[in-house]
């Protein structure tokens, strides 16, 4: 049966038109050419699907993404959950239990987790909840819809994994907009609520690996292991080498 899936004959791929060219730089460009090319010589067909929505994702996911983390994180108080910062005894007038807490609901998240906390608890305070979080989720469903639709030509839907190679570890810390501008290829996954998996897609600028991201729809994740089955077997030394233990 292994043999037979390193076969891709019949499998159809669409890649996204507001995904490719402008926004990605040169070398993941490239990635994703070769990429499609593999494809082809294992039998599939390619073509280019649209999802018109997709320039939305990263306005929809990150509001709905941290609306959920500050929903979900409200319990971390020191109180009950979490660590707690300090003791209860009463100081400073009094303020000893609301200055624990205040340190409490801070302690254990980075600098990135509690921007983001701040972020989910403007959008779903009063008086801005349908204006953001609200419409966030009306995005997130035509988003949804997109893909479905897009499904209905193709098996699977191709994106590069990111705009570009892999940038100095804390080059963008003082740049966070940067940073969320960097996800408008993966967050589309997580609003569709459908599987996705990254695959190498060789080197590209500076001599840095890039990849190329393949969705599939609903409870149609074999047809991902399919797909990267087929792609290992074909160029393996693009993929780390698995444990001994794990072939």
Do not use: W
Not at 8 to 33: C, D, H, M, P, Y
Not at 47 to 73: D, T
Not at 199 to 226: K, T, W
């Amino acid at each position: 049966a292994l043999e037979q899936a390193s076969d891709l004959t019949g499998l159809r791929v669409g890649v996204v038109t507001e995904l490719l060219g402008e926004g990605n730089s040169a070398g993941v460009q490239a990635g994703l050419q070769s990429m499609m090319t593999r494809l082809e010589e294992l039998g599939a067909s390619i073509c280019e699907v649209s999802l018109p929505h997709s320039r939305y994702g990263i306005a929809a996911y990150y509001l709905v993404a941290p609306a959920e983390a500050s929903s979900n994180l409200a319990r971390y108080d020191g109180m009950v959950y979490s660590r707690r910062d300090g003791d209860n005894n009463p100081d400073n007038n009094g303020r000893g239990q609301s200055d624990v807490m205040m340190r409490s609901r801070g302690a254990g998240f980075g600098e990135e987790v509690r921007r983001r906390i701040l972020i989910g608890s403007y959008a779903l305070s009063a008086g801005y909840y349908d204006a953001y979080y609200g419409k966030a989720l009306k995005v997130r469903r035509l988003i949804a819809d997109d893909f479905n639709k897009a499904f209905e030509q193709v098996d699977v839907i191709a994106t590069p994994t990111a705009t570009s190679v892999a940038y100095p570890v804390g080059a963008k810390q003082d740049d966070p907009l940067s940073v969320y501008l960097d996800d408008i290829d993966t967050v589309l996954a997580n609003l569709a609520g459908i599987g996705a998996i990254s695959i190498p897609a060789g080197l590209a600028e500076d001599g840095l690996p890039c990849g190329v991201q393949f969705h599939a729809p609903i409870l149609e994740d074999s047809r991902l292991l399919r797909l990267s089955y087929a792609l290992e077997q074909h160029t393996p030394d693009t993929f780390a080498p698995l444990a001994p233990n794990y072939r």
